[in-house]
């Protein structure tokens, strides 16, 4: 027995580490190199603008988190020049002419950096034809051959390429495709358009209206100067003035590149800003936590410590070896705790419970099954299958955190508002409980992946005659719960986990689905409306439901369990992924 | 195993077949793949790399398919699919009936597939009675009341406007705008927003606006010019110390009714006899959806990508339904486009010349090109920067003016020798670096070209053309610019570099004066026609050469140099326009404009004579134009029959009657932190405020539908579905009117009984089952202890109570 579990896990460990590694050095491949930052970019303190306040679509955001989301508009998941998102606002603002040959447009569409490239050396064939070239010339045109060779692996081009006759009609062309490629030309577009000075300047509403009303919109620095001092008083008129002070003591200094004084027209305005109209300012400790989180990345990283959780979880299991299951729940533990800590840090920054766009969907239902792991491991805490919920529920989490790191522009972490539709408690729930049934299903189909596995290194057709939680409940002849057997083969224990799991996603997805058609019924007035989502939802429970009548009827029930559980999983993850950004239907907002 | 009776009958054979659990497997496969079409579509691998997602693969959305053309909620709805959920249902029936003992340890899987047998059922009337639809309700009407004339009523939309005639006297009513968040300065409800409308009125020479507030009469009041232009607009109350103007002219709001609701994803056609309120009704019944029927390719405009697509025929008799007045009027649809724009477009034919030429280059290297041209047409009579022109020439004279050429010249003053002459410019150093200086006779100056810049724009002072020559008068060489406007002419040292030249001016030898003259050089392309129809040549004209002209006909290249190829596609003197719809190519279109681009051709027979028309699409069938809505369309399509009468026709969808006519009384939107700024996730909530008549004659209570918070009134279901969001740059204040879906919700109770009976059953059968198992079990040991068995036996009557009753949710597997 242990030789198999051991051939499992050891062949599981290399898949694994082979996939990561993979991942990790397929991600840090389309990394652009940062060049050397400049001095006054490494020594400026941004730290008081932490607990600024900007008004953006109705929200009041940190900078830090509002300057990562206006910044991922232009460079996606890139830094540009290796900045902050918050020095690389200011800067882009401040002194615009710096960027307009520097590659921080984003160009999310493969294909179309490919297009953009050709057409970028066309452009150079014409200007700078090889053949009759001075050494300077040719020094440009390969340094110019070299970025567009770096923009279609990291999709990054500068603002003046695009603005590029050729490019600009390849874009036009490509934007009249409404079907295929209008989309990544409008994205395009999109980041060229908010990297103008202008624009991030009259985005940045900083200034609380005057008076007490939530309904009035917040005041750039620029309309705020313009107009009187919001209090008709002598303080009033000096908060006035000093603004304008702070305010071009920052612009001037920091196009003039002057440390010392751009550190302290920082740290005045940041501390003028709440004191316009208190009232309305947000608490600053909330700010704080919020660029806290923003700055740490939302997070994300905690994929590393289940990483280092899997792999002591999995020697604990293949080799029966306590120590390393123990350290194996313990780095878990941490894990779950450091997830836990990212999600009500959302919440409490967000003000609503973090269900309302992918990464929060994601991130979630990951931390779903990291508290059903937990649970589980208690209950199991005798038997056979102890550690195996926690590795399922670590390898979920992992995959969700990976997502969510290495993919931020189709898991998109900004904090926005929800949809008006989205404001309702049955929804919550309903969510919720569907996403929690994915997490089940998949950590399920993880299970029934080391089965398979088993199977293959030779294993015999073993499985629980008393599956589910029924294997835990049902005592056996001695005494025991069933899966608590020292006896019990790899086969069982592994058949066993998938159907707890497996029972629980089969219920949840269930329960789910009705609380969906109650919500709809009275939203849209349908329970029901066919809509590719709910139809695959649905079909996902047909495959569970296959499972369970399947597996009453064949001989080799553990292989067919195991079979029909990671489809089931392909199915959820079907209809997440495909459905979600191809067949766009009315839950295109979840 | 039971034994097989030798001679089984049809009935327990079937019986036996919906006996078995692997029917019920094979039936969920096949639900599974009919849901997987409907929804997604059949997914197939389009290249090698299948990783490629979703480039790699091809997606057929069958259900939109020629023969189906079904919407989701019909591809669910069609008797494929209910057959098959009958079998499911009979098939659990059977299974739970004769081979699950109804015992406590069963009960789950009986109350699992009860509950899907009540959902089933409940589905079966929820959906087959299903009506949905939308209905737009606008928030008020103004009724005009002018001593001496009949109340006059208009729906409060800017724009609207309405003229009172009494005797001579005429009275114009214009709605100018609205403003859903009137802030109330004054009164008891100071600091609350109301719906106010503001109407100009012009009677005679007063000329006022009369402001009025929903809920508030006693504030209606006029405000009219004034002479300060500080103030130009003042209330009245302020300049003549009473609120109205005129206080014979009443105004006063009212609601304004709906009374029908648009249904769903349906096609009707509407007419009515010009001049006529009420419109007559016909659905049409098997209307396609998803794809383009035409019977002629000539009734359309084809996009390029569809060059090649085969007519489909449709013929769809629309006939009257009771009540209909107009059943002698005969309508058949006849094509159907579901994307498509009214276009005018120039063909081949007519009577007058217009000539239209389509053309062809091809490059050497493969790149190619293609250009229509129209020779009266300034916009399109030359192409490719004016390299390519198209002519069209009345007489061989004209032809001989065209190619005629002039070298560029230059007029040249020298003052002290008194010499003038005029030099033609033959070539260019820029051309020729072996180019000479050439003597100007009679002086001590000579000169040489070096390049020419003709048509510049320069500000102020229009097009300017200008050629750089080096001057030389003995050992002084200097550079000049000349311009066609001698006044504008620039000396500079010879090596000044022509783009920064201003830096390094120098003055201007005003002893020589010279004076460019462009010269004359027909394009270097030019494809004419004339002054025979049929008659079609190239000229072409390399720069100081003598142009040569081709035959060119229509199909065949033509060499025009450096390897490039010029073919005619396609040529015709005599053109003139028409107007078909243009079908849009499939990626052109927008999937949010879903079938509001539609169209049909409808035939239409009176009294045997037929005329075939097309009618676009509209959301909602207005009564006038009056009541249009912004963001609707509303334009009938007018007939003419052969009795002289004139008909107004529309394409739009069926409508039904509400149970009770609805007006809005508000609308109130609620927003997040800094109010709406366009996105729609600025919006916290928004609530339509309606009201229902009860009696025929009270408006009942006002009832709040927001979204997530539908209303039931008397058979129908109301939800908040769309708004009229503000639009800033016009100054439109939005919130006019209000979209409520509409609906009926037959047996979702009986549905939702049926899923929480299958949820306690899950539950049952996976954790309370189990606990029943183990008590039992405790008791058999407790037996098996009190007499003292040998355990041997303790593990058999463990194995029979495992195959007596299997844990798994479904009865009694011991029968195969």
Redesign the interface.
């Known amino acids: 027995m242990t030789k198999r579990m051991l051939f499992v896990c050891t062949s599981a460990t290399m898949l694994f580490i082979t996939l990561i590694g993979w991942i990790v050095a397929s991600s840090a491949a389309s990394k652009a190199a940062p060049p050397q930052r400049s001095e006054f970019a490494q020594q400026v303190d941004l730290t008081p603008l932490k607990s600024v306040a900007v008004y953006d679509q109705g929200m009041l955001k940190s900078f830090d988190s509002f300057a990562s989301s206006m910044m991922q508009l232009i460079s996606g998941p890139h830094a540009i020049n290796g900045h902050t998102d918050a020095f690389a606002y200011l800067d882009i603002m401040l002194r615009p002419q710096v960027y307009e040959d520097v590659d921080a447009i984003y160009v999310k569409n493969k294909p179309m950096r490919g297009e953009i490239a050709d057409a970028l050396g066309r452009s150079l064939d014409e200007t700078l034809p090889t053949g009759q070239l001075t050494d300077n010339q040719k020094e440009i045109r390969t340094s110019i051959e070299h970025r567009l060779q770096r923009l279609t692996k990291t999709g990054l081009v500068s603002s003046r390429m695009l603005f590029d006759t050729k490019v600009q009609s390849l874009l036009d062309e490509k934007a009249r495709d409404l079907m295929r490629t209008a989309n990544a030309v409008q994205q395009i577009r999109i980041g060229l358009f908010v990297m103008q000075a202008q624009e991030l300047a009259g985005n940045l509403r900083i200034i609380p209206p005057p008076g007490t009303g939530t309904d009035i919109p917040w005041l750039t620095v620029d309309s705020f100067l313009a107009t009187h001092a919001h209090e008709a008083s002598d303080q009033g008129e000096k908060l006035h003035t000093q603004m304008q002070e702070a305010w071009m003591n920052l612009s001037q200094n920091w196009q003039g590149q002057d440390v010392a004084a751009t550190n302290e027209a920082v740290a005045q305005l940041a501390s003028l800003l709440p004191q316009i109209n208190p009232g309305l300012y947000p608490q600053q400790e909330k700010l704080s936590w919020e660029s806290w989180y923003f700055s740490a990345k939302n997070m994300t990283w905690v994929w590393m410590i289940y990483l280092l959780a899997i792999v002591f979880l999995l020697m604990g299991v293949a080799y029966k070896w306590n120590t390393s299951r123990w350290i194996g729940f313990s780095v878990f533990a941490l894990a779950f705790a450091f997830q836990t800590a990212a999600i009500a840090l959302r919440w409490y920054v967000s003000g609503r419970w973090p269900n309302s766009n992918m990464f929060e969907a994601v991130t979630t239902s990951a931390w779903f099954g990291g508290c059903v792991a937990v649970i589980l491991e208690i209950i199991a805490r005798r038997s056979a299958m102890r550690g195996l919920f926690s590795l399922s529920s670590a390898v979920g989490s992992m995959v969700a955190l990976m997502c969510a790191h290495f993919m931020p522009v189709q898991l998109n972490p900004n904090i926005s508002n929800m949809m008006p539709v989205l404001h309702d408690v049955w929804l919550y729930i309903h969510t919720n409980v569907i996403i929690f049934s994915y997490l089940l299903i998949t950590m399920a189909a993880v299970i029934a992946f080391l089965y398979l596995i088993y199977r293959l290194g030779g294993g015999k057709p073993d499985y629980v005659r008393v599956g589910g939680a029924g294997s835990m409940i049902i005592k056996s002849p001695n005494g025991d719960s069933y899966l608590a057997d020292a006896k019990s083969s790899a086969g069982q224990i592994l058949d066993g986990a998938t159907m707890v799991l497996m029972e629980l996603a089969f219920i949840l997805l269930w329960t789910g689905l009705v609380m969906g058609a109650i919500w709809a019924d009275h939203s849209w007035g349908r329970p029901w409306g066919w809509d590719p989502k709910e139809v695959f939802a649905l079909n996902t429970f047909i495959i569970l439901a296959l499972l369970v009548h399947v597996r009453m009827k064949v001989k080799d029930k553990g292989l067919w369990t195991a079979l029909l559980a990671i489809t089931g999983c392909a199915v959820m993850l079907f209809n997440w992924i495909a459905i979600n950004f191809l067949i766009v239907g009315l839950h295109s907002y979840a | 195993m039971p034994t097989v009776p030798a001679n089984r009958g049809p009935i327990t054979l079937l019986l036996d077949l919906f006996s078995s ?2 029917t ?2 094979c039936l ?2 096949v ?2 793949i009919y ?2 079409i ?3 579509g059949l997914w197939l691998p389009a290249s090698f790399n299948i990783f490629d ?2 480039g790699g693969w091809l997606q057929l959305h069958i259900r939109q398919y020629r023969g189906f053309e079904m919407t ?2 019909e ?2 709805n069609w008797w494929p699919f209910t057959t098959l959920i009958a079998l499911i249902c009979t098939n659990m029936v059977v299974v739970t009936l004769r081979r699950i003992p109804f015992k406590p340890i069963n009960y789950g899987v009986w109350m699992i597939h009860t509950g899907n047998i009540v959902l089933a059922l409940g ?1 079966v009337w ?1 959906f087959s009675a ?1 009506i ?1 639809g939308q209905a737009t309700v606008l928030r008020r009407a103004i009724v005009i009341n002018v001593p001496g004339s009949e109340p006059v009523r208009m729906p409060a939309i800017p724009g609207n406007i309405k003229t009172i005639e009494i005797d001579d006297r005429s009275i114009t009513f214009q709605i100018r705008s609205i403003n859903p968040q009137w802030p109330i300065l004054s009164g008891a409800d100071a600091g609350k927003k109301a719906y106010a409308v503001n109407v100009a009125v012009q009677d005679g020479q007063d000329i006022f606006v009369r402001q009025l507030l929903a809920g508030y009469p006693q504030y209606t009041e006029d405000i009219i010019r004034t002479d300060d232009p500080n103030q130009p607009m003042a209330r009245a109350i302020k300049v003549l110390g009473k609120k109205l103007v005129n206080e014979d002219i009443e105004i006063t709001f009212e609601y304004e009714p709906q009374k029908y609701f648009d249904l769903e994803s349906t096609w009707a056609i509407y007419l009515r006899e010009e001049g006529e309120p009420e419109w007559t009704q016909r659905p049409i019944e098997d209307m396609p959806r998803y794809n383009d029927y035409f019977s002629d390719r000539a009734d359309v405009w084809l996009p390029r990508e569809m060059a090649s697509a085969r007519p489909h025929t449709l013929d769809l008799p629309v006939p009257s339904i009771d009540g209909d007045l107009f059943s002698d009027i005969n309508i058949r649809i006849t094509s159907y486009l579901r994307y498509a724009q009214m276009q005018q477009r120039r063909v081949p034919g007519g009577d007058r010349i217009d000539p239209e030429v389509f053309i062809r280059i091809d490059a050497p290297d493969g790149r190619m090109v293609e250009h229509q041209l129209v020779a009266f047409d300034p916009s399109l009579n030359q192409v490719e920067g004016g390299l390519l022109h198209f002519r069209w020439i009345t007489s061989q004279q004209q032809l001989e003016e065209m190619a005629a050429i002039s070298f560029p010249k230059l007029e040249i003053n020298v003052v002290d020798s008194d010499v003038s002459l005029i030099e033609e410019i033959k070539t260019t150093s820029t051309r020729n670096p072996a180019l000479e200086f050439t003597q100007i006779q009679g002086t001590d100056y000579s000169y040489r070209v070096q390049f020419i810049q003709n048509n510049m724009p320069i500000k102020g002072h229009g097009m300017v053309s200008m050629v750089s020559i080096e001057i030389r008068k003995s050992d002084i060489t200097f550079k000049r610019w000349v311009f066609d406007n001698p006044s504008l002419n620039r000396d500079m040292p010879s090596e000044a570099d022509p783009i920064i030249g201003h830096d390094q001016e120098m003055a201007l030898d005003e002893n020589i004066n010279i004076k460019y003259v462009q010269g004359n050089a027909p394009p270097s392309l030019t494809l004419i026609a004339g002054p025979n129809e049929n008659d079609l040549q190239l000229m072409l004209s390399p720069p100081g050469e003598k142009p040569r002209f081709e035959q060119v006909e229509v199909g065949k290249p033509v060499q025009i140099g450096l390897g490039a190829t010029l073919s005619v596609l396609r040529y015709s003197a005599r053109t003139t326009f028409e107007v078909k719809p243009a079908i849009i190519p ?5 999937r949010d404009v879903r079938e509001r681009l539609s169209m049909v051709r409808a035939e239409i027979t009176y009294k045997g004579a037929t005329q075939s028309l097309w009618l676009p699409f509209h959301v909602h069938v207005f009564d006038s134009e009056d009541e249009i809505l912004l963001r609707y369309n509303f334009k009938p399509t007018i007939v003419h029959l052969s009795d002289g009468r004139h008909f107004e026709f529309i394409f739009g969808r069926e409508r039904m009657e509400l149970t009770a006519p609805v007006v809005l009384d508000d609308f109130v939107m609620e ?7 366009g ?8 609530t339509s405020m309606i009201r229902f008549l009860e009696d025929d004659s009270n408006w009942g209570k006002t009832i709040p539908v927001s ?4 209303q039931a009134y008397d058979g129908f ?1 109301y ?1 908040q579905a769309a708004w009229d969001p503000p639009e800033p740059q016009s100054g439109y204040g939005g919130m006019n009117y209000t979209v409520l ?3 009926n ?1 037959h047996g ?1 109770n009986v ?2 009984f049926g ?2 009976l ?2 306690i059953g ?2 049952y059968a ?2 309370i ?3 029943i ?2 008590r039992r ?1 405790k008791a058999v ?1 407790a037996q098996v202890i009190a007499e003292k068995i040998s ?1 041997e036996v ?2 058999n009557s ?1 194995t029979v109570d ?1 195959q007596e009753e ?5 009865g009694s ?1 011991s029968h ?1």
């Open positions: 659990v692997w019920g497997i969920l496969i639900l599974f849901s997987s409907g929804s997604a997602f979703p989701e909620f591809w669910f589905s929820y299903k949905e499939q990626s052109q279109r927008q927003t997040h932190v800094g109010g709406y700024t996105q729609t996730t600025t919006v916290l909530n928004w979204v997530n918070s539908p279901s939800f879906g509409v609906g919700r979702v549905m939702l899923t929480c299958s949820v899950m539950i996976f954790y089952k189990p606990m198992k183990r079990q040991y355990d303790v593990l463990q495992m299997p844990v798994i949710i479904m597997n195969d």
